[in-house]
């Protein structure tokens, strides 16, 4: 099945400081991207909806300013966590599109990226 | 009410038992994801199913449309099979998912 990568699998970084988290499809073209959190024994929580070439679409109470998303190719989007503070310390998981036709779309998950903010 | 329910929402079962995780919608839906993920894990996309059943190895996936209902199955239980296991539905115009809370599986050896 079609494979969703994400780097870094884990990062910690000191408050105040940026942090990218890269999600990539490996062997499909994904017009469109999701990046979703989840804080402990939760469920996951859309963040975003990123589209090739065009600005992401942020769900309400998510910070675009804090969360910037870049969609640059139709294999990448990045999610940059700026002016990281110790309460965005949570586990980012993104998942693609797969615009394989049909009736429906499939979605890949990628394997997630722990983020701690000390 | 939420849109997605799932039952139960925690399920404790010995190694070799017959698994069943419920989901019910209050959505009109073309299609229906069952997901698992490990602790601390990523997710794992298990089925997508629009109707009918689905089988893969010892997990079996159904979904009744206009009950709006689906049931994910695991036969012959394992401890590895431990996890959460979560219902999603893909809803508007970019089809971002609704998930439901998940149902967390401790297969006991």
């Known amino acids: 099945g079609a494979v969703v990568s994400q780097h870094p699998s884990r990062v910690i970084c000191k408050s105040g400081t940026s942090v990218k988290i890269e999600c990539r499809s490996l062997d499909f073209q994904a017009t469109t991207m999701f990046w979703y959190r989840q804080f402990p024994k939760q469920s996951l929580m859309l963040m975003a909806t990123s589209n090739e070439g065009s600005k992401a679409t942020y769900e309400q109470g998510v910070e675009k300013d804090k969360f910037l998303i870049n969609h640059a190719s139709l294999t990448l989007s990045t999610l940059t966590v700026t002016s990281a503070h110790p309460e965005d310390s949570s586990f980012y998981i993104c998942?693609?599109?797969?615009?394989?036709?049909?009736?429906?779309?499939?979605?890949?998950f990628g394997p997630g990226t722990r983020l701690t903010v000390t | 009410k939420n849109e997605v329910e799932q039952s139960p929402q925690n399920l404790t079962a010995q190694e070799g038992e017959f698994i069943t995780i419920n989901c019910s919608y209050s959505v009109g839906i073309s299609a229906l994801h069952w997901l698992q993920q490990h602790p601390g894990g990523g997710i794992v996309s298990l089925f997508m199913l629009s109707s009918g059943k689905k089988k893969h190895g010892r997990l079996i996936a159904t979904i009744n449309i206009q009950e709006k209902h689906s049931s994910l199955h695991i036969t012959a239980s394992h401890p590895r099979d431990s996890a959460v296991y979560i219902c999603a539905l893909p809803g508007g115009a970019t089809n971002k998912l609704i998930f439901g809370t998940g149902t967390l599986l401790a297969v006991q050896p």
């Open positions: 998942s693609a599109r797969d615009p394989g036709g049909g009736q429906f779309y499939e979605q890949y």
